[in-house]
C-alpha cells in the first residue's frame, strides 16, 4: 500500500517530533471495487481476489454505457412549472449510478497502542448511503453522498495496527437526483492518526475580527480532545506565504468542559485577501501538556473583510464589487464525479480568464479541493448544501433524511469550509419547494441559526424562485440576504419591498446553446426545439423560466443594491438536458453551460468576458462563415468585444459600423449585423478604439475540404504524479488552416511515453461515445482528449487519427 504522507518530514526538521505524533495519508490505490450488494463482503474473511482493483477517486458510473433506460423518470418537474407527469430521458445523464456498490482496501497503522492513539478515518465524500466497516464491524453510516464525514475507528484496529480492513457500501437510489450525482468513492479518503491528546478534525476556527491595512488581528479557536481538566500549552506561529513567520503566541490554560482554547495574534501589513492578490497564511498550533508535545495543527487562511451593505452592495476590503459567479455542479464531465485536481483547476482557470470572480456550488457541499484551489487562485465563493429539505423534488431525494441529518450536514460544511477565505457566504438550499409552505420560514430560520452559531462571520442567503410566494409569507425578509433565482424582471419590486435593501441574482440566466450551432431565422425564443436536438449560439433561446444573458448583466450594472449574479452555469454538466429533457433521448447533458463538456468555451464566454474582463481586451466574431446552403441567405453576426465600436465586413465590402447602444437589452452588450447576406470567403471584424482608431482585427475564412488534425494544449508540463492532466485540444483544419466548422468524424487516439490516455469528450449533448474509449467522435470540428500523467517523469505522446485526414501528434513533458 502507498502511503502519502501530507506532511513533509524530510524538510522541517524542527516539526518532526510532531509530525511523528500526527500521521495523514490517503487510501488511493489498490481498492477492490463490485458492483451489485454482495453478501458478507465487509467480512475480514470475504475473499475479494475477483473484483476491480481501482484507484479512488473513483466514479464506477462514468464508464457507462449511456442508455434511455437508466433512472427513467416519469415526473412532474414543479419547479419548471410542469403540471403533468412526462418521461424525463437522460435526467441524472443516461448512466448507471443506480445500485449498490462495494470497496475494500487494508490500511496500517505504524506503533499503534490502542491507549495512546487515535485513528480516524475521513470521507471527502460517497455517493452514497455510505456504510463504513472496519474488521468486520460497522462504524459509520453517512446518508448524503456530497458531504465530507469522519469517524473515529480507533477501537476497531487490529492490535498490531496491520492490515486493517475498510469496506466500504454504498448505495444510490433510483430518481434520487435531478442531475448526475457520480457513484461511488468519488472523493479522498483519508486515515488520520494521532496522540489521545489532539486537535479533532475541523478542530480550529479562525477569524478575523479587526482587518485594516496596517493591521489584523487574528482570533484561533483551538479543539483540543482528551485534555478536560488539564493544562494545555498551546504554541501558535503565524506564517505568510514567503515561510516567513510574522506572528507567534505561547498560552497556557486549563481546558474544562471541552471548552475552545483561543489566542489572539496580530499581523502587521497583513497581505489582504482578493481575488486579485489571493494571499493566504497558516496558523500553525503546537499542543503541549507537561512539557510534552502531543500534536501539531495546521489551519490555512486569508484575512480579508466582507461587508454587506444596504443599498450599497458588497464590500471586500472596503471596495466595493459586484459577483460576478458562476454556478457548477460538481461532475468533471468526461471525468464523471471522480475529483481532479488539475481538472478542476483548469475549470477555474478558463472561468477566470473570463472575468469571472466567484463560484456557487450547487447545490451541495463541494470537495475540500475545490475550495482550496478557490483560494489559491482567487475566486470567492457561495457554498450551498441543498436542493431539498424535508419537501421532496426527487422521489429518493434528501428529503428522506433531512430531519435526522440536517444539522449534521450543515455542522460538517460549515466548519470544513469556515476557514477558507474564498467563502464568503453561505447558501441554506436552492428552490427549495419548502419556500412556499406556510411555515416553511421556521425550517428557513433553523438553518440560518445554525450558521450562525457556527460561524458567525458569513451571511446566509437561499436561492429563491417563489418570487410572490416569498415576498408575502416573511421566508425572503427573514435571510440574511435574499438571493432569488430568474426573475430578474422582479428584483425592483423584491428590493422595495424587503427590509434587507439588497438582492443577489443567486442563480441567473439559464440561456442554453451548442458550441458551434446556430440556427435561422436569428430570434429570441424560449423552448426552441430543434430536429437535431441541438439549440443555437446566437445565444438568444432559454428556458420558459429562463432569460438572456444581457438583462442581468444590465440589472448588475444598473442598481447598485444587486450584488451581482451567478449564472447558470459555468460548464455544462451530466444530466439535466433542456430543453430536450422529456422523452428526448439520446440528450443526457445540459446546454446551460458557457463552457460545452468537452471544457470549450461556447461563444456565449466572449459575451461575458466583454463585460467581466476589464483587464483584457476581447474582440469575438460569431457564426462561423461556411455555410454552403445559404449562399444568398440573411445570416446574422455578432461581435462580442470590449471595444467601443468595430465594423464588419464581407469579402472586403463594410457592412457599417456598430457600436453600443441602448435601443434594446442586446444592444447594449452585443454588436449585431442582423442583414448580412451570406456569401462563401472572408468575413473581416475592425475593432477601433476610443479615438476611432483601428486597434484590432479578427477574420474568419469559409473552409474548404477538412485536411489535417491539430492539437493544442495549453498543458505542454504536467507533473509526475500519476493524477496530472492535459487537456487536448482536437480540431479538423482545411489545407490553409481554416477550422471546418461541420466536421464530425470519427478521431482515434494512441498514447505511448511516461502517461496514458484518460477520457475525451465533445460537447455534443446528444453524443454517446463513451468517454473513456481511445475514440471520440469530432462536434462541429472539435473535441477534447485528456492525457493523464504517469508517476515517472518522461514524455508522453497523444496521436489522433481519422480516415482521410493528417493525423495529430502532440508531446507532452511530465516532470
Ligand atoms: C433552476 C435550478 C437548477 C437548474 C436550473 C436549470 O431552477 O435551481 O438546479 O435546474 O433551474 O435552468
Not at 473484483?51 to 434511455?68: E, K, L
Not at 469550509?417 to 406556510?438: A, D, K, L
Not at 439549440?535 to 450594472?557: F, G, Q, R, T
Request: aromatic content about 10%; charged content about 25%; some cysteine.
Amino acid at each position: 500500500m502507498i502511503r502519502v504522507f501530507l506532511c513533509c518530514l524530510l524538510f522541517c526538521p524542527s516539526l518532526l517530533t510532531a509530525q511523528e505524533l500526527r500521521q495523514s495519508f490517503l487510501l488511493e490505490k489498490d481498492w477492490r471495487f463490485s458492483q451489485g450488494d454482495v453478501d458478507k463482503a465487509a467480512s475480514t474473511t470475504f475473499d475479494d481476489s475477483g473484483w476491480d482493483q481501482v484507484t479512488v477517486p473513483h466514479d464506477w458510473a462514468i464508464y457507462g454505457p449511456f442508455d434511455r433506460v437508466h433512472d427513467l423518470q416519469e415526473v412532474a418537474v414543479t419547479q419548471n412549472g410542469e403540471k403533468v407527469a412526462t418521461v424525463k430521458t437522460g435526467r441524472t445523464g443516461g448512466l448507471p449510478y443506480v445500485g449498490v456498490g462495494w470497496y475494500r482496501n487494508t490500511f496500517d497503522v505504524d506503533a499503534f497502542e490502542k491507549s495512546q492513539k487515535r485513528v480516524v478515518l475521513k470521507f471527502d465524500g460517497a455517493m452514497s448511503e455510505a456504510r463504513v466497516y472496519v474488521n468486520g464491524q460497522e462504524v459509520c453510516f453517512w446518508p448524503y453522498g456530497y458531504n465530507a464525514f469522519h469517524c473515529d475507528v480507533t477501537d476497531f484496529i487490529n492490535p498490531s495496527g496491520k492490515d486493517n480492513l475498510v469496506a466500504v457500501r454504498l448505495e444510490n437510489r433510483p430518481q434520487s437526483s435531478r442531475w448526475y450525482p457520480g457513484a461511488g468513492l468519488y472523493r479522498n479518503v483519508h486515515v488520520i492518526v494521532t496522540d489521545q491528546v489532539h486537535v479533532p478534525v475541523w478542530g480550529t476556527f479562525v477569524t478575523t475580527p479587526f482587518v485594516s491595512d496596517t493591521l489584523a488581528s487574528v482570533r484561533l479557536e483551538t479543539n483540543i480532545e482528551h485534555a478536560d481538566g488539564k493544562v494545555v500549552r498551546v504554541t501558535t506561529d503565524i506564517i505568510d506565504g514567503e515561510g516567513k513567520v510574522v506572528s507567534s503566541k505561547d498560552n497556557a490554560q486549563k481546558i474544562n468542559y471541552g471548552q475552545p482554547f483561543v489566542q489572539h495574534l496580530e499581523v502587521l501589513d497583513p497581505n489582504l485577501w482578493s481575488p486579485e492578490s489571493p494571499a493566504l497564511y497558516k496558523a500553525i498550533s503546537r499542543i503541549f501538556i507537561d512539557g510534552k508535545l502531543l500534536d501539531s495543527y495546521e489551519t490555512r487562511f486569508g484575512i480579508r473583510d466582507i461587508k454587506f451593505v444596504a443599498d450599497r452592495g458588497f464590500f471586500l476590503n472596503g471596495k466595493h464589487r459586484k459577483f460576478q459567479g458562476v454556478c457548477n455542479h460538481h461532475d468533471l464531465g468526461p471525468l464523471g464525479a471522480a475529483i481532479n485536481v488539475s481538472a478542476l483547476r483548469y475549470q477555474l482557470e478558463l472561468l477566470m480568464d473570463m472575468g469571472c470572480d466567484a463560484i456557487r456550488t450547487a447545490h451541495n457541499m463541494p470537495a475540500p479541493e475545490l475550495v482550496e484551489l478557490c483560494d489559491e487562485l482567487g475566486l470567492m465563493m457561495m457554498i450551498e448544501p441543498f436542493d431539498e429539505w424535508e419537501i421532496a423534488k426527487c422521489l429518493n431525494g434528501y428529503h428522506r433524511f433531512f430531519e435526522d441529518w440536517a444539522e449534521r450536514d450543515m455542522v460538517n460544511m460549515i466548519r470544513h469550509f469556515r476557514n477558507n477565505p474564498s467563502v464568503v457566504m453561505w447558501s441554506i438550499g436552492n428552490e427549495v419547494p419548502t419556500q412556499c409552505s406556510p411555515e416553511g420560514y421556521k425550517v428557513a430560520r433553523f438553518l440560518q441559526d445554525i450558521c450562525h452559531r457556527e460561524d458567525p462571520t458569513r451571511p446566509v442567503t437561499c436561492g429563491m424562485d417563489q418570487v410572490s410566494c416569498v415576498l408575502e409569507n416573511g421566508f425572503a425578509s427573514m435571510l440574511d440576504i435574499p438571493g432569488f433565482n430568474y426573475r430578474v424582471h422582479r428584483y425592483g419590486e423584491a428590493y422595495a419591498k424587503l427590509p434587507q435593501n439588497l438582492l443577489l441574482g443567486a442563480e441567473t440566466t439559464s440561456t442554453v446553446s451548442s458550441r458551434g450551432v446556430y440556427k435561422f431565422p436569428v430570434e429570441k425564443k424560449a423552448e426552441a426545439v430543434y430536429a437535431d436536438h441541438q439549440s443555437s449560439s446566437y445565444d438568444l433561446e432559454h428556458c420558459s423560466w429562463s432569460n438572456l444573458p444581457d438583462e442581468d448583466l444590465a440589472m448588475a450594472d444598473d442598481h447598485a443594491w444587486s450584488l451581482g449574479q451567478f449564472v447558470w452555469t459555468g460548464f455544462d454538466y451530466l444530466g439535466e438536458p433542456s430543453p430536450y429533457d422529456t422523452d428526448a433521448w439520446p440528450n443526457h447533458s445540459s446546454m446551460f453551460g458557457i463552457i460545452d463538456l468537452a471544457s470549450i468555451p461556447k461563444d456565449r464566454y466572449y459575451l461575458y468576458r466583454s463585460v467581466w474582463n476589464k483587464q483584457s481586451k476581447t474582440l469575438h466574431v460569431l457564426p462561423h462563415w461556411t455555410w454552403a446552403e445559404r449562399v444568398g441567405e440573411v445570416t446574422p453576426v455578432f461581435v462580442y468585444t470590449n471595444y467601443p465600436s468595430a465594423e464588419l465586413f464581407i469579402n472586403g465590402k463594410s457592412q457599417g459600423v456598430r457600436r453600443k447602444t441602448e435601443e434594446t437589452v442586446q444592444h447594449r452588450y452585443r454588436l449585431m449585423w442582423t442583414d448580412v447576406v451570406y456569401e462563401p470567403g472572408e468575413l473581416k471584424v475592425v475593432a477601433y478604439d476610443d479615438n476611432g482608431k483601428l486597434a484590432e482585427e479578427k477574420i474568419v475564412r469559409t473552409a474548404g475540404k477538412p485536411h489535417q488534425i491539430v492539437l493544442e494544449t495549453p498543458h505542454k508540463i504536467i507533473a509526475a504524479d500519476g493524477k496530472s492532466l492535459a487537456y487536448v485540444r482536437v480540431k479538423v483544419l482545411d489545407k490553409e488552416g481554416n477550422l471546418c466548422p461541420n466536421e464530425d468524424a470519427l478521431v482515434r487516439f494512441s498514447v505511448t511515453g511516461a502517461g496514458q490516455y484518460r477520457a475525451a469528450a465533445n460537447g455534443d449533448p446528444t453524443c454517446l461515445d463513451l468517454f473513456h474509449e481511445p475514440k471520440m467522435h469530432l462536434f462541429n470540428g472539435q473535441l477534447t482528449a485528456i492525457v493523464q500523467a504517469g508517476d515517472r517523469p518522461g514524455d508522453v505522446q497523444l496521436e489522433a487519427k481519422s480516415k482521410g485526414l493528417k493525423s495529430g501528434k502532440i508531446f507532452v513533458k511530465v516532470e
